[in-house]
């Protein structure tokens, strides 16, 4: 099998907390990995590192397929309270190989079609009334 996905070294600290330490990995097309460990091990930021939204510290990463073709799933909400709608576009826009600009397009095209400045006053007032209740 072709590998697709390969870790060499991969190290990620944030300011003294050392989260992954020389990570090796190895992943063949048409493969199915999960991850398990405990909470706080290091699980996410490991796939934070490997689709791009991290930089690891040390190590190489290579990536011989599109980022688009790797798929994921988190344990918690993958939409972020303490972000606007706009703010989560660009946030989970950045794992796909485009550039800004089309980016930025695909996001107001987006937003155009959601009516967004009504939708952010009901997720902004949605986002409240969960915090407190």
């Known amino acids: 099998m072709m590998e697709v996905i390969s870790l060499r070294g991969v190290s990620k600290a944030f300011g003294k907390k050392q989260v992954l330490r020389?990570?090796?990995l190895s992943i063949n097309s048409g493969e199915l990995v999960?991850?398990?460990g405990k909470s706080g091990s290091g699980k996410s930021v490991l796939?934070?590192?490997?689709?791009?939204f991290l930089k690891p510290d040390t190590g190489d990463i290579l990536i011989k397929i599109g980022r688009d073709k790797i798929n994921f799933s988190m344990q918690g909400n993958s939409i972020h309270s303490y972000l606007t709608v706009k703010q989560n576009l660009k946030y989970f826009s950045k794992m796909y190989?485009?550039?800004r600009k089309e980016r930025k397009a695909i996001i107001e095209d987006i937003?155009?079609?959601l009516n967004?400045?009504?939708?952010?006053?009901?997720?902004h007032y949605m986002f409240e009334y969960l915090e407190n209740n």
């Open 22 to 24: 020389n990570i090796g």
């Open 34 to 36: 999960g991850l398990i």
């Open 47 to 52: 796939i934070k590192v490997i689709i791009g």
């Open 97 to 99: 190989d485009l550039p």
């Open 111 to 113: 937003l155009n079609k």
């Open 116 to 123: 967004y400045h009504l939708l952010s006053k009901l997720f």
